[in-house]
């Protein structure tokens, strides 16, 4: 991650999204922090914005920190947190959709897990939104009218920053 970061950078980029963080696990989230210190420390002026793979990281280990924080189980407003320690400039929750359930369900659980990471965000918060996350649904084309509501509901209610 560092080296194509590092690349990127030489080549003119001036930032870089690391997606889907934590997405195997709280090894792997750890992984992303430390890789942030990294391009950070190398980089000062490098735009780096981390996306979550969910809405809690998994404990695929249970006992890995950073910074004295247990990763295993973190919500938005704590990933957030470890993010903006580790020097990314952007953060980028994700909620999983239940596709069992209604659009106004999603979208009610989306907003709950990530308003008090909006709440208190001191870095611009720009929410994962698409296909399966971020209230909207699981499909190959998502019908419009349940992304606008999704994503107008996200802007409105969470003073997102971007999606």
């Known amino acids: 991650m560092v080296q194509v970061a590092d690349g990127m950078w030489a080549a003119g980029a001036d930032g870089i999204d690391f997606d889907t963080a934590g997405a195997a696990g709280d090894a792997d989230f750890l992984a992303t922090l430390r890789a942030v210190e990294k391009v950070r420390a190398a980089h000062p002026d ?36 470890l ?56 499909c190959s084309y998502p019908p419009l009218d349940a992304v606008s509501r999704a994503s107008r509901a996200c802007v409105d209610i969470l003073r997102l920053d971007g999606l």
Not at 87 to 98: D, K, L, R, Y
Not at 100 to 126: F, M, Q, Y
């Open 83 to 138: 993010v903006r320690r580790a020097g990314a400039t952007v953060f980028g929750p994700a909620v999983n959709v239940n596709s069992r359930k209604s659009g106004a369900w999603n979208i009610a659980r989306t907003l709950t897990l990530v308003k008090p990471c909006s709440d208190v965000a001191e870095i611009p918060v720009h929410m994962n939104v698409g296909m399966g996350v971020g209230a909207v649904p699981m």
């Open 46 to 81: 490098m735009g780096i914005q981390v996306g979550m793979a969910g809405e809690f990281v998994l404990g695929m280990h249970g006992e890995l920190e950073y910074d004295g924080v247990r990763l295993a189980g973190l919500r938005p407003r704590e990933q957030m947190e």
